[in-house]
């Protein structure tokens, strides 16, 4: 944001301890970082008897730095950047050095900004869902439960200038599926607080902090800090938290591209506000001389025609990751989103058939004889069908699908799941959705009678 200020309530505070290492700061967890004056956060120093031992400690401390704050964020990322430079780490940098290269270290998308943006993206969908979910036992208690049937949730989230467009889909009770500039990636998530997670992509595990704010989201990955706007069409938000100084257009007027249209202040710095596209502006948010949070919306724009981003700063890259392996692994995971389907969770119609065609042509490359664990998993996503088909069965029911031959029984009743599919895309609105029918589908655990018939 061209280092706009950025003040806010601090909500996670996390300092390094080790040898060599000191900070000096004056804050704590819950205090607010006031829009009034520069306020420094905190200063880490490192010492060490070589200088490459203070800049290796001095590295070290600040990716064990976490500060998380709502409605702002720290320059935390530019430095760790900046101890990277070759000028930095020989020493030769002079005072006029950082005014030459601090627009480009700006511009640069920082590290693991795909990670930060699949993270905002899995965070916005787990809210949404949340709020469904208890309109739902809401709307229940009166006797009349609702829910929408919706596959999934469409996210649009805005980093460095760039819109990215998100299909998100819960697949299992940690997994996640999202689709975003024609890539496909898979996502394990553990969630450790509110504000902590651990994200596996592409089979590695991330460190993951973040804090919504008012249309925005600071997240911390592996100690880099991104700041994630909540993108909707046509709108122009305020940078940080502020007070609204001129507003230079008015409804109908027409704007280009980076045009300023709005001019805040904060912490005595005046900061303009530029249109990100060409459009028409359809209605003024703020007032002149109002107090206005960071994120919060200025402005809304008519977008004039459907053209690209006109941010400098280069696009993001989305790493599918998805190697699946051998023909056994590709089967194995094909199967648990064949669960998925049955469990209720987010499996279009569309892809459920080419699911249950996948896993065929998969397991037709495993040799005979490898193929044991993968009939013991079709006997078990088979068991599941039937029982959500047939809640009460009687012992000898269930004692008989499992017995010898039940394997050949499998192979035939798989393409049943593509009907499955197709049956599910259309069940009219009002069935429970996937998190109540989840539960569902464990009868071993719980025996209960159903609240309906996914």
């Not at 940078?239 to 709005?262: F, I, L, M, Y």
Request: glycine fraction near 8%.
């Amino acid at each position: 944001e061209g280092f706009a200020p950025a003040p806010g309530t601090v909500t996670v505070f996390s300092l390094p301890t080790g040898p060599g290492i000191r900070v000096d700061t004056g804050i704590a967890a819950g205090e607010v970082i006031p829009p009034d004056y520069d306020s420094m956060v905190a200063k880490v120093i490192a010492w060490g008897r070589t200088r490459p031992e203070a800049l290796a400690r001095l590295r070290c401390a600040l990716r064990d730095t976490t500060v998380l704050i709502q409605g702002g964020t720290t320059i935390k990322s530019f430095l760790l950047d900046l101890l990277e430079r070759p000028e930095v780490v020989s020493g030769e940098a002079d005072t006029q050095w950082l005014d030459r290269v601090s627009a480009e270290l700006a511009e640069a998308p920082a590290q693991h900004a795909d990670v930060a943006l699949l993270s905002t993206a899995i965070e916005v969908y787990d809210a949404e869902e949340a709020l469904e979910r208890a309109s739902f036992f809401a709307s229940a208690r009166g006797g009349r439960p609702r829910a929408s049937h919706v596959v999934g949730r469409s996210v649009e989230l805005g980093y460095q200038g760039h819109t990215y467009a998100f299909e998100v889909s819960q697949v299992g009770r940690r997994r996640y599926r999202l689709e975003v500039a024609d890539s496909s990636v898979s996502v394990q998530l553990d969630r450790l607080s509110d504000h902590q997670s651990r994200p596996e992509v592409g089979g590695r595990r991330h460190q993951v902090s973040s804090v919504a704010g008012t249309g925005n989201y600071l997240v911390d990955v592996d100690g880099f800090s991104h700041r994630i706007m909540r993108d909707e069409a046509g709108l122009v938000r305020a940078p940080a938290p502020a007070v609204v100084v001129t507003v230079n257009v008015a409804a109908g007027d027409e704007v280009e591209a980076g045009d300023t249209v709005v001019v805040v202040e904060s912490m005595k710095m005046e900061t303009a506000v530029h249109a990100p596209q060409a459009g028409t502006v359809r209605e003024i948010l703020a007032a002149v001389n109002s107090q206005v949070d960071a994120g919060a919306p200025l402005l809304r724009l008519d977008q004039v025609d459907d053209e690209a981003d006109t941010s400098d700063a280069p696009s993001v890259e989305f790493a599918t990751g998805d190697d699946d392996g051998d023909a056994r692994t590709k089967a194995h995971a094909l199967l648990a989103d064949l669960r998925a389907l049955i469990a209720g969770y987010d499996v279009s119609a569309k892809r459920g058939e080419a699911l249950t065609a996948d896993y065929l042509a998969a397991r037709a490359e495993v040799p005979t004889d490898d193929q044991t664990e993968l009939r013991r998993g079709e006997i078990a996503l088979l068991t599941i069908f039937a029982d959500l088909c047939d809640p009460f069965p009687q012992p000898a029911q269930r004692r008989g699908g499992v017995g010898r031959g039940a394997g050949a029984q499998s192979a035939r009743a798989l393409p049943y799941l593509s009907a499955l599919a197709r049956r599910r895309a259309r069940t009219p609105a009002g069935v429970v959705p996937g998190p109540v029918a989840a539960g569902i589908a464990a009868p071993q655990r719980h025996r209960a009678r159903p609240h309906c018939c996914a």
